[in-house]
């Protein structure tokens, strides 16, 4: 048994389009692996939300706060509880992010393809989204979106940074987190040499350990050039937020399906061209005909 961890607050529009697409995933192509969804719903979640929670069709398990954790500490701390619970890895999707309907054949492929013993996490996602959908390469790069992120990894380099300390407040994590950068050096391999604290919430703590994991043990990322996932988060903690048009739910979902078929409405949405990361999934995905050839490790 294997984990499907799900953190969730108050984004219902994208959180049913990312229960949808799952969904599509799954009857497209059944994954080898037995999975229990793991959801992570924070204090104060809305009803509509909750709701989406209760009905998820799937084997589940929902762990409800009771009192506001907090981004970091939230993730984190479900983490904990996801890796304890599952044999090997936990597969990782946020509630603003679409999983592609042949998310779970590639996975599936990937596991077969490579083991722990040689990378840390397998991801689905390429910020180019470029060059041929059968390609893959050996990377050091993690994102928060619908990674697949092994136990080993998780144990060793993670665990131990799950702590009071780490997650109390921006002080401490930007502290760590420059701690790491003078202990392994301002290298090509680290990430933000010019500003070691930045992005020092979980998923850019992650995004340093791999780094960690890639220096001391020389295992990478695996990575596609081709998307899997598609990011549509118009707001949250590191956006300045926008506003879907819509009076009622449905109004507003409906509104949504539009928007996310193009970046530049995306980033209009949100307002912020602060990440480069709206993309569509490509259409080169329809033609895929399953096979992957690993091509390349990059060490940029």
């Known amino acids: 048994m294997n984990v499907i961890m799900r953190p969730v607050f108050n984004r219902p529009e994208m959180f049913f389009l990312s229960l949808e697409y799952e969904k599509q995933a799954r009857e497209y192509y059944k994954f080898s692996n037995d999975l229990i969804t793991l959801f992570i719903v924070e204090f104060g979640a809305d009803l509509k939300t909750l709701e989406l929670v209760d009905t998820y069709p799937y084997p589940k398990i ?47 492929i990937l596991l077969r393809m490579f083991n722990d013993n040689e ?22 790069y993690y994102t928060a979106l619908a990674p697949l992120i092994y136990k080993n990894f998780f144990n060793k380099y993670i ?6 300390v780490y997650y109390k407040n921006f002080m401490t994590r930007d502290k760590f987190v420059r701690a790491l950068a003078k202990k ?28 960690v994991a890639l220096i001391e043990e020389g295992k990478h990322v695996i990575m596609p050039y081709v998307n899997r996932q598609q990011h549509i988060g118009y707001f949250g903690k590191n956006r300045p937020g926008g506003k879907l048009p819509g009076k009622t739910f449905e109004q507003r979902l ?36 399953g096979t992957l050839t690993l091509k390349e490790t990059s060490n940029g």
């Open 184 to 211: 392994y050096g301002y290298s090509s391999l680290y990430k933000y040499r010019d500003n070691p604290g930045a992005h020092n919430e979980q998923a850019g703590l992650i995004n340093k350990l791999v780094d």
């Open 62 to 108: 929902i762990v409800k706060r009771a009192e506001k954790f907090g981004l970091s500490k939230n993730i984190l701390t479900g983490f904990l509880k996801a890796f304890d619970m599952t044999d090997n890895f936990v597969i990782y999707i946020e509630d603003d992010v679409l999983i592609h309907k042949t998310y779970f054949q590639y996975m599936d």
């Open 119 to 140: 990378c840390t996490i397998l991801s689905p996602f390429n910020g180019d989204d470029d060059r041929s959908v059968n390609e893959l390469y050996k990377g050091h």
């Open 254 to 289: 409906s509104n949504l399906r539009e928007i996310i078929l193009s970046a530049d409405k995306m980033y209009e949405l949100s307002a912020t061209k602060q990440y480069n990361d709206y993309l569509a999934f490509s259409p080169k995905l329809e033609e895929w005909d």
């Open 159 to 164: 665990k131990p940074c799950i702590t009071e």
